[in-house]
């Protein structure tokens, strides 16, 4: 079935440094989307992918989409205290189910 | 408050109890996903239902149970309860499916079977 590996499973930077996490399937994705969960939170939303080799930004964060639809990257530059939690990649199918990976966790060091 | 309701937010019951979950999904949406969270498994997904009828069916054991009502709100039973049962679940809404907003969680309710 649908499977969605997430690496790394846990990244520690030192404020200011730059971080990514990346998403990988073997199998064409759907959509991705990302979600970021805080600690003892929910997941939220953050972005949704649907073309190949998209990219998109929000501040500090930028998303690409593979040109094969095989994976998909987030990263954050210049990282802040605030950004600190799990970052989820899903993948959608046609019903709208979201197939998560495992997630990567960020701790990041004032 | 992302405008998904769950209830309880915390429950402790012993094994081979049955609880029943409860879901309010946000304003117009007519899906309504739950997920069980524990350490090691990440986000697994369970059910969905969309306007009363069931979607999709992920790795739901046949202890679980779920349904949604004609006002649209949902409850995921759970029966027999085992020690590893315990986690966090989360519901989410959309309102339709495969829509580029994401889902919408709720706060969840942590389980812990004793």
């Known amino acids: 079935g649908q499977q969605v590996m997430q690496i790394p499973q846990y990244q520690h930077v030192q404020e200011g440094e730059d971080f990514t996490t990346y998403c990988n399937s073997s199998t064409t994705l759907s959509n991705i989307q990302w979600y970021k969960q805080r600690p003892g939170g929910h997941p939220v939303f953050l972005i949704q992918l649907v073309k190949s080799g998209e990219v998109k930004k929000q501040k500090r964060l930028t998303f690409q989409f593979g040109e094969a639809k095989k994976n998909s990257s987030l990263h954050i530059t210049a990282t802040q205290t605030t950004d600190v939690g799990t970052y989820f990649c899903?993948?959608?199918?046609?019903?709208?189910?979201?197939?998560f990976g495992q997630g990567t966790t960020l701790q990041v060091k004032p | 408050d992302s405008g998904v309701t769950q209830t309880p937010k915390h429950l402790i019951t012993a094994t081979g109890q049955r609880v029943t979950l409860r879901c309010s999904p946000r304003?117009?949406?007519?899906?309504v996903y739950w997920y069980q969270q524990s350490l090691d498994q990440g986000l697994q997904f369970l059910i969905q239902?969309?306007?009363?009828?069931?979607?999709a069916k992920g790795n739901i054991l046949e202890r679980f149970s779920a349904q949604q009502f004609p006002d649209l709100h949902s409850e995921l039973n759970l029966s027999s309860l085992e020690l590893g049962d315990s986690a966090l679940y989360f519901c989410?809404?959309?309102?339709?499916?495969?829509?580029?907003?994401?889902?919408?969680f709720g706060s969840g309710t942590r389980l812990t079977v004793v």
């Open positions: 239902y969309y306007n009363g009828e069931e979607r």
């Open positions: 899903a993948d959608s199918s046609n019903t709208g189910k979201l197939i």
């Open positions: 989410a809404s959309s309102v339709g499916t495969g829509e580029i907003y994401g889902y919408t």
């Open positions: 304003s117009g949406d007519l899906s």
